[in-house]
């Protein structure tokens, strides 16, 4: 049976043709000085096969190469044939697992060294089957040290073999991800608190809560070199949410549980940190019982960390996508469009008349709005929320690309405290206030938009006003507003669409803890940049 186009490395090719090669010298060799027919016969026969999948794999147009399995079973028959006259001919069984291993691994090299032996012994045994038990005992040995010996070579050749299959797969990583992807779909019926970092640390909470009378509760995980606040039991005023911070990065730092006075803190498993405050007036209450809450948080903090990393998964392989795109939109799209417009500059030049001059006009304007609008959307793949970078660092940089851009002057007013949002949670406001910025550059025929961005984690409020046209009918090919709606919804945040009292439109989002008000408290925006 054919393979298929053969797509195996040089390397790899090398070593088996070696492989061939050197097996026919070992075999030919003795054959040559005792004049043994028999084995003569048989090397010649295997020499045909093999030179067969050399040209085959060289010329690979032809699409004919056998596969392991078949080539096996053909080394296996010339054996067995030929090992009464010649028992020095079962030194080719050593190849076929090499070559199985180095075009298809190692699962297909078991299976052809499987049917390899198969094939020697069914096919030996009807063919010798007067023979002497002496020589079975013989032939018996050889098969196996021979066939033992290619799979030996396999295994040591393995990870030259993989290499170079990965190196020239480049959908193998996807083809790895699609098989892990579902086998998580086929476990996500089981998961019964599902997949959500915030619903999950809520979890962990309420377990602590029960076990330690408490005040004020909340969760953190570490990002960088801050923590970021996770969930919290209810809304802390600003002095114990201070404190609990205070208490989760002591814990943090010293890598063991900490109280002072009525806090606490410890590690909940590997990724967060769980600061609490208890009621009560005692100067130096009794230590929690930390082993005891590590006990009963032992199944919530598997269910973290399993959140944790697939949010982490779906952040780097979003992100390596945009990045993508990106490049190819730049790369290819953004020049091919731009070159267009060298073009035409060209035919205006020399028009043939007023009117095509015009024509040529309206052209070279309608050219320039569609590299304006690749360079725009290339710019919105590349930005994104950096380890180091705030989200009101990164609405500011959109921001100033926008208004360079468009000419259209953006204000962006921050006020965030050092605490971080979660990534996911970040990543999400940001492509909402990114979208709404573009809607208002792109769609508003606004003269001036101003941005609000408010975080004092776990509350975020983001506000995009302009004093373009006002909401318009929506568009057939519009989807903007319907995925902004998507993107609060996955993190649990309100989106607000209105008209503005005068003229104009006013996006906003709001994100606040569980039990917290409907917005974050009204503070002085201290940052503006323009």
């Not at 079962?90 to 390899?116: D, F, I, N």
Request: aromatic share 6%; glycine share 6%.
């Amino acid at each position: 049976m054919p393979t298929g186009k053969s797509t195996w490395s040089a390397p790899s090719f090398a070593v088996v043709t070696a492989a061939r090669l050197f097996a026919l010298l070992a075999i030919g060799a003795p054959a040559l000085w005792f004049r043994d027919e028999g084995a003569l016969v048989a090397l010649l026969v295997l020499a045909i096969l093999w030179l067969y999948q050399v040209v085959t794999m060289t010329r690979r147009e032809l699409e004919l190469t056998l596969t392991p399995a078949w080539e096996a079973a053909a080394v296996g028959v010339i054996c067995a044939l030929a090992m009464e006259p010649s028992p020095a001919i079962l030194a080719a069984l050593a190849v076929p697992p090499l070559y199985a291993t180095a075009t298809a691994g190692l699962r297909t090299m078991v299976r052809t060294v499987a049917c390899q032996l198969v094939a020697v012994v069914s096919i030996g045994l009807m063919w010798y089957q007067r023979g002497p038990d002496s020589h079975w005992t013989e032939w018996g040995v050889s098969i196996f040290t021979w066939s033992m010996a290619g799979v030996g070579l396999s295994l040591v050749a393995s990870t030259t073999f993989y290499n170079d299959l990965v190196a020239r797969d480049r959908l193998a990583p996807y083809r790895d991800a699609q098989h892990l992807l579902k086998q998580l779909i086929d476990l996500s019926g089981d998961l019964s608190s599902g997949l959500d970092v915030a619903a999950i640390g809520g979890e962990m909470l309420g377990v602590v809560g029960d076990l330690v009378p408490t005040r004020a509760l909340a969760l953190y995980v570490p990002r960088g070199d801050v923590l970021t606040p996770i969930a919290s039991s209810s809304e802390l005023d600003p002095a114990d949410n201070d404190a609990c911070e205070k208490l989760a990065t002591d814990a943090w730092a010293r890598a063991e549980p900490v109280t002072a006075g009525q806090g606490f803190a410890f590690a909940a498993g590997d990724a967060a940190v769980i600061a609490g405050l208890r009621p009560g007036t005692e100067k130096t209450p009794p230590d929690p019982p930390f082993e005891d809450l590590a006990s009963a948080l032992a199944p919530s903090t598997v269910k973290f960390d399993t959140a944790l990393l697939f949010t982490h998964f779906r952040d780097v392989a979003t992100a390596d996508e945009r990045q993508r795109l990106a490049r190819e939109m730049h790369d290819g799209v953004a020049q091919d469009i731009a070159s267009l417009g060298y073009l035409v500059d060209a035919l205006a030049a020399r028009p043939a008349d007023e009117q095509q001059a015009k024509q040529f006009a309206m052209l070279r304007e309608r050219v320039t709005k569609v590299v304006a609008e690749v360079r725009r959307s290339v710019m919105n793949l590349r930005t994104s929320i950096g380890e180091n970078e705030s989200l009101g660092a990164a609405i500011s940089a959109v921001a100033r690309h926008l208004s360079e851009a468009s000419g259209i002057p953006i204000r962006v007013r921050l006020d965030e405290q050092p605490a971080r949002l979660r990534p996911e949670v970040e990543a999400e406001l940001f492509r909402i206030a990114q979208e709404a910025m573009n809607n208002a550059v792109k769609h508003a025929r606004a003269t001036a938009i101003d941005v609000r961005c408010q975080v004092y984690a776990p509350d975020a409020r983001i506000i995009v006003a302009d004093d373009g046209v006002g909401l318009q009918g929506g568009r057939s090919d519009s989807h903007g507003l319907k995925i902004m709606r998507e993107r609060a919804k996955l993190i649990g945040a309100q989106l607000t669409v209105r008209d503005n009292a005068s003229r104009g439109l006013t996006v906003s989002v709001t994100l606040r803890a569980p039990g917290g008000p409907v917005h974050p408290p009204e503070r002085t925006l201290t940052k503006e940049t323009r």
